[in-house]
Antibody
Framework: QVQLVESGGGVVQPGRSLRLSCAAS????????MHWVRQAPGKGLEWVAV????????YYSDSVKGRFTISRDNSKNTLYLQVNSLRAEDTAVYYC???????????????????WGQGTLVTVSS | DIQMTQSPSSLSASVGDRVTITCRAS??????LAWFQQKPGKAPKSLIY???SLQSGVPSKFSGSGSGTDFTLTISSLQPEDFATYYC?????????FGGGTKVEIK
C-alpha cells in the first residue's frame, strides 16, 4: 500500500536551516509528482511546493520562494524540502503528498493528492 | 497569484441538514478546482476534483459545482463523520492556492 513518511522536523532557531524528508513506498515513486503542504498551528492549509515526477520542474509559493528548495531522489524513493533562513511564521506541520495521476504535468490531467504523509512539525523559536 | 475566498468561515448545522460552502477565485480558473476535507490532527482528504468530479471512494452525498470564478461544495445530508474543516484549492496556475477553510460544527 502507498506510504509516505515524513521526517526531519524539530525545534530550530530563526535563521537556521533544516532538511525535511519524505520516504515513499508502495508505488513507483519516479512516476508521480510530489507536493509539500504545510499548516501552521490552528491555521489553514498552505501549499508550499511541487516537483514533477522527473524533477524537471519545480514551483513554489511566494512565501517560501528563494528560501526553500524541493528535490527528489528517485533512486531512494525520497522527497526532500530544504528549508533555509527559517522564520517564526514557518512554524507548521509539513505534509508531503503524492499526485493522483502519474506523469501528469498539466491541469487537464491533474487530480489532487489522495495520499498524504502524517506530517512533521517544524517549530521555529529562539 | 490567484486568491481563493471561502464563505462562510464557519457554520453550525444539525445531522441531516443540507450544507453549502462557496469558494470564489480572484480570476477565472476554468474548472480546475478541488475540495478537501480535514479532521483535527489528520492529513487532508481529497473529495472532489475538476469542480464536480468525485474522487474514488467518496460518497455521493458530496457534490461540487461551478466554473470560472464561483464554486460550491454541497453535502446533501450531514452526518456525524462530516463535521470537519473543508478547503477549496485551485490548480489552474502555480502557485497552487487554498481557500481559508470552512469549519462545519455541530449545532
Amino acid at each position: 500500500q502507498v506510504q509516505l513518511v515524513e521526517s526531519g522536523g524539530g525545534v530550530v532557531q530563526p535563521g537556521r536551516s533544516l532538511r525535511l524528508s519524505c520516504a515513499a513506498s508502495g508505488f513507483t515513486f519516479s512516476s508521480y509528482g510530489m507536493h509539500w503542504v504545510r499548516q501552521a498551528p490552528g491555521k489553514g492549509l498552505e501549499w508550499v511546493a511541487v516537483i514533477w515526477y522527473d524533477g524537471s520542474n519545480k514551483y513554489y509559493s511566494d512565501s517560501v520562494k528563494g528560501r526553500f528548495t524541493i528535490s527528489r531522489d528517485n533512486s531512494k524513493n525520497t522527497l526532500y524540502l530544504q528549508v533555509n533562513s527559517l522564520r517564526a511564521e514557518d512554524t507548521a506541520v509539513y505534509y508531503c503528498a503524492r499526485d493522483s495521476v502519474s506523469y501528469c504535468s498539466s491541469p487537464s490531467c491533474y487530480k489532487p493528492p489522495r495520499y498524504w504523509g502524517q506530517g512533521t512539525l517544524v517549530t521555529v523559536s529562539s | 497569484d490567484i486568491q481563493m475566498t471561502q464563505s462562510p468561515s464557519s457554520l453550525s448545522a444539525s445531522v441531516g441538514d443540507r450544507v453549502t460552502i462557496t469558494c470564489r477565485a480572484s480570476q477565472g480558473i476554468s474548472n480546475y478546482l478541488a475540495w478537501f476535507q480535514q479532521k483535527p490532527g489528520k492529513a487532508p482528504k481529497s473529495l472532489i476534483y475538476a469542480a464536480s468530479s468525485l474522487q474514488s471512494g467518496v460518497p455521493s452525498k458530496f457534490s461540487g459545482s461551478g466554473s470560472g470564478t464561483d464554486f460550491t461544495l454541497t453535502i446533501s445530508s450531514l452526518q456525524p463523520e462530516d463535521f470537519a474543516t473543508y478547503y477549496c484549492q485551485q490548480y489552474n496556475t502555480y502557485p497552487l492556492t487554498f481557500g481559508g477553510g470552512t469549519k462545519v460544527e455541530i449545532k
